[in-house]
């Protein structure tokens, strides 16, 4: 009879977990859903903050997950979970994927139209250089490997934000006042992927 009731209970908790597991994800489907249609930049950045803290929750919640003696719970129980656990890593990882390419195509485009142009937003450089290594290292995070294609992006993005740098280097109006070293240029070790051409993010 104990051992029955302390089957119950173990249920209950690790339903609960489900349950609270596949909220976030829904939640992120909405979030990511509202990414995708929003234009306006500051609206992008607060979704893709929000975003990023769902994803981080739910990681939490499936670590917790992945260590629920399953000796204590039903088999249908079992299987729920692992299911759960299952579905919800895989999409856990694409739209962290996902999230992190897009926001590195957009630093693609910015720097690169700026470099193109000869327009120089002084001290964007600085910005652009921690917003790409803060998005690889979220890439990182989750995939040691790229397409071809996605490395050559990130090596062009690389390049342009390196000319921005240099830019700003030169620019006496920013020396003037700073006493601090100059900004360091990438690295391109930063970019140093493995290949694998199956890898495939739709944005």
């Given at each position: 009879m104990?051992?029955?009731r ?16 596949h909220?976030i ?10 990414l ?7 609206r992008?950045d607060?979704?893709?903050?929000a ?6 929750r739910?990681?939490?919640l499936?670590?917790l997950a ?14 729920e979970?692992?299911d759960?656990?299952?579905v919800?890593r895989?999409?856990?990882?694409h739209?962290g994927l996902?999230?992190a390419?897009?926001r590195?195509?957009?630093l ?12 120089h ?6 910005h ?7 998005y ?5 995070s989750m995939?040691?490997t790229?397409s ?5 992006m990130?090596?062009?993005a690389?390049d342009?934000?390196?000319?921005l740098?240099q830019?700003?280097?030169h ?5 003037s006042f700073?006493?601090d ?7 391109r ?15």
């Open positions: 104990s051992m029955r302390s089957t119950a209970t173990a249920d209950r908790q690790a339903t609960a977990l489900i349950d609270a597991m909220d994800g829904r939640r992120l489907e909405r979030r990511r859903a509202a995708s249609a929003a234009h306006d930049a500051r992008r607060a979704l893709r903050d975003l990023a803290h769902d994803l981080d739910l990681s939490n499936v670590s992945e260590t629920v003696p399953s000796v204590e719970l039903a088999p249908v129980t079992v299987r979970l692992d759960s656990v299952r919800l895989g999409r856990m990882k739209i996902q999230m390419i897009e590195l195509h957009e693609h485009a910015s720097a690169r139209d700026w470099t193109r142009s000869g327009t937003p002084l001290g964007k450089s600085l652009l250089r921690a917003e790409f290594i803060r690889v290292s979220y890439l990182r995939s040691n790229l071809t294609a996605h490395c050559d990130l090596a062009d690389l342009a934000i390196n000319a740098i830019n700003d280097r620019s006496s109006w920013l020396r700073a006493d070293e100059p900004i360091a240029l990438l690295d070790s930063v970019v140093d992927f493995d290949i694998d051409e199956e890898f495939a993010v739709a944005v």
